[in-house]
């Protein structure tokens, strides 16, 4: 298999109430079977109820749940010499950081015990915004990983 390049980023339109590309993102991730414009509805009721909640602007609600959420360091495994693999901590770029917390954010409001997705989404979004909930917890996890392996930071490459 060739190992020459890697494989060109894909482009989001911006969303067309916030115009926002991140906004994009997160309706993509709640979509499912194509159903775009039901993941359109669940998101913006989901950041109108979390607006509601908080007292803030939907837009900015959303912009600090994600900041909240989004990782500065994880591990990742690298084989060293005879077959030993190690956790190596690295720093996680910021078109990464953005995609975790997205994903942390769906996959976690859809574990939740709401009854509709868009009192979950909702419901998630200002426990990030609080800097509590199950997506905090898996960022805090990350980053209690990559403290405990430090001490292998150097076979980073």
């Known amino acids: 298999m060739a190992r020459r390049s890697g494989v060109p980023k894909k ?26 414009e039901i993941a359109q509805n669940i998101v913006y009721n989901a950041f109108d109820a979390a607006s509601a909640k908080i007292g803030a602007p939907q837009m900015d609600v959303f912009s600090q749940a994600i900041e909240n959420i989004s990782p500065i360091v994880e591990t990742k495994s690298r084989r060293i010499g005879g ?32 009854r509709t997705m868009i009192e979950r989404l909702a419901a998630e979004i200002v426990d ?27 076979m980073r490459w």
């Open 83 to 114: 077959g030993a693999n190690y956790q190596v901590p690295v720093e996680v770029t910021k078109d990464r950081r953005q995609t975790l917390a997205i994903r942390w954010l769906v996959n976690f409001s859809r574990k939740r015990s709401e």
């Open 128 to 154: 990030a915004y609080n800097n509590t909930g199950a997506s905090i917890k898996r960022k805090e996890e990350m980053h209690r990983q990559a403290e405990a392996n430090k001490a292998f930071a150097h």
């Open 11 to 36: 482009d989001v339109l911006p969303d067309p109430r916030y115009n926002s590309k991140v906004v994009t993102k997160l309706i993509n991730q709640v979509m499912l079977d194509g159903k775009k």
